[in-house]
T-cell receptor, first 112, second 113 residues
Framework: DTAVSQTPKYLVTQMGNDKSIKCEQNLGHDTMYWYKQDSKKFLKIMFSYNNKELIINETVPNRFSPKSPDKAHLNLHINSLELGDSAVYFC???????????FGPGTRLLVL | GENVEQHPSTLSVQEGDSAVIKCTYSDSASNYFPWYKQELGKRPQLIIDIRSNVGEKKDQRIAVTLNKTAKHFSLHITETQPEDSAVYFCAARDNQAGTALIFGKGTTLSVSS
């Protein structure tokens, strides 16, 4: 009965490759987010979607493209991976009108 | 946009002592202030939160205080235990749909027995 799940948990890849991370929530929430946690543990918002519409698109390279096929899913596709993309990527969800955000387990991306 | 400052970056206490972590925020529109605990290799977990219409909230050994005028909020942990050792993040946001949490840079709390 996992609330917010992500796949894969670990991702090791070479520079220049393209990869995707998937996120699913079964909480019935209408808003989903992607956060990046760098090596210094700093958590920063990348994107948020509300009812499948992009609400926040922080200053991230356009190599990162989120896709929300439905309210329960928010995927992150990354083109031409670079060393600096190595980080932990967390998906989260919340419901409009409430405030609590629930985080997924994270995807640890290592670019070699 | 919102900016959240968090201090200290590291905090070491003896078991049984109290620990206090402080945050300031910049955007007066922010009205929700959660605290997350992140253990090594795990996801951030909400431990307590406070809304701007409340000055203080307690949950067992954990309390949060908010000073809206000064744009300060603090986490207080009493009777610390080794299992309290983790990274703690404060955050702030307003209540617009889709608004994300803006996090402080985290405090690494170490509780030694």
């Amino acid at each position: 009965d996992t609330a917010v799940s992500q796949t894969p948990k670990y991702l090791v890849t070479q520079m220049g490759n393209d990869k995707s991370i998937k996120c699913e929530q079964n909480l019935g929430h209408d808003t989903m987010y992607w956060y990046k946690q760098d090596s210094k543990k700093f958590l920063k918002i990348m994107f948020s979607y509300n009812n499948k519409e992009l609400i926040i698109n922080e200053t991230v390279p356009n190599r990162f493209s989120p896709k929300s096929p439905d309210k329960a899913h928010l995927n992150l596709h990354i083109n031409s991976l670079e060393l600096g993309d190595s980080a932990v990527y967390f998906c989260a969800s919340s419901q409009s009108g409430t405030t609590t955000q629930y985080f997924g387990p994270g995807t640890r991306l290592l670019v070699l | 946009g919102e900016n959240v400052e968090q201090h200290p970056s590291t905090l070491s206490v003896q078991e049984g002592d109290s620990a206090v972590i402080k945050c300031t925020y910049s955007d007066s529109a922010s009205n929700y202030f959660p605290w997350y605990k992140q253990e090594l290799g795990k996801r951030p977990q909400l431990i307590i939160d406070i809304r701007s219409n409340v000055g203080e909230k307690k949950d067992q050994r954990i309390a949060v205080t908010l000073n809206k005028t000064a744009k300060h909020f603090s986490l207080h942990i009493t009777e610390t235990q080794p299992e309290d050792s983790a990274v703690y993040f404060c955050a702030a946001r307003d209540n617009q749909a889709g608004t994300a949490l803006i996090f402080g840079k985290g405090t690494t709390l170490s509780v030694s027995s």
